[in-house]
């Protein structure tokens, strides 16, 4: 069961899940967006501090309890309680603090729940600590738009980008276990025919790239499957039927060309370009 406030099918959190159980969720991350990025962040700290052996985050374990919770010792929510915006001696505070070990989790976590209130000075004070901390510091920043945090620190992070949960979410979710149907159907013209639906539908960009990553996640816990492993119960349902129906090159295929058009959607290719190339490719597979 999900415990947290972002919804396990979320982009964001598919793209923190799968980076975290293969250990290597970076160790700073911009959320950006109209979405609740607070959540997105503290489902971030729980995956730094995660002490499952699977997938992260488990949202089970004390590490998980206690970012969830709100005590993590070792996860600190940046805040100042005597000035509007962050006064530098704070943010000096968190860089002397960096250095020190961890109590008890696998990471010291620093969460920014708004780069708006940093200013400039205190940007360039962090700045340092984030590209050259110690491995087990990392560094949360939360802000609405990108260019509240200088490009010299924004370079330093993998930004994700967060939208409002509702219904989008859900219908993204249904898109892509069709997919997935469709391809562990092995039925013939099956993609090409839902490719043509959601071109129809004047599907967006932004929509199409949510619908392939949530795609690319079920067939990556049909591939955990395959070698043994549990993968996340959001995909409990699904990756059985892929792994039972496809071979495992099939499976490893389709992951690479689902990350491959997610990246063409990320770099502004048209959704009807990608929906063509990618049924064509797809269809290959089968």
Do not use: W
Not at 65 to 76: E, M, N, Q, W
Not at 169 to 184: D, F, I, K, N, P
Not at 223 to 243: H, K, S, T, V
Request: net charge neutral; with cysteine; aromatic share 4%.
């Amino acid at each position: 069961m999900n415990t947290f406030d972002l919804p396990a099918a979320d982009p964001a959190a598919v793209r923190i899940r799968e980076a975290a159980t293969r250990g290597n969720l970076s160790h700073a991350l911009l959320f950006t967006g109209s979405g609740d990025r607070l959540a997105a962040a503290r489902y971030a700290a729980a995956a730094l501090e995660c002490m499952a052996d699977g997938v992260r985050p488990c949202g089970v374990c004390e590490g998980c309890r206690k970012v969830l919770s709100g005590i993590h010792p070792d996860v600190t929510v940046v805040r100042d309680e005597q000035h509007k915006n962050l006064s530098v001696d704070v943010v000096r505070q968190v860089r002397a603090d960096a250095y020190i070990r961890p109590n008890e989790g696998r990471r010291k976590v620093y969460l920014f729940p708004d780069c708006a209130l940093l200013t400039e000075q205190d940007q360039n004070v962090l700045l340092k600590i984030v590209e050259e901390g110690p491995p087990y510091a990392a560094f949360l920043f939360c802000a609405e738009n990108s260019a509240a945090v200088l490009q010299t620190l924004r370079s330093r992070c993998v930004e994700l980008k967060l939208r409002p949960s509702g219904e989008r979410t859900g219908a993204e979710s249904q898109a892509a276990e069709e997919l997935c149907r469709c391809l562990g159907s092995r039925r013939r013209g099956a993609v090409t025919e839902l490719a043509v639906r959601l071109e129809r539908k004047k599907t967006t960009r932004e929509d199409l790239a949510a619908l392939l990553e949530r795609s690319r996640a079920a067939f990556s816990a049909a591939l955990l499957l395959l070698y043994g492993q549990q993968p996340d119960p959001i995909d409990r349902e699904i990756a059985p039927f892929l792994a039972k129906n496809l071979t495992k090159t099939q499976i490893m295929r389709t992951i690479e060309l689902l990350q491959k058009y997610h990246g063409e959607c990320v770099y502004n290719v048209g959704p009807s370009h990608v929906l063509g190339a990618l049924a064509v490719e797809l269809e290959g597979i089968l």
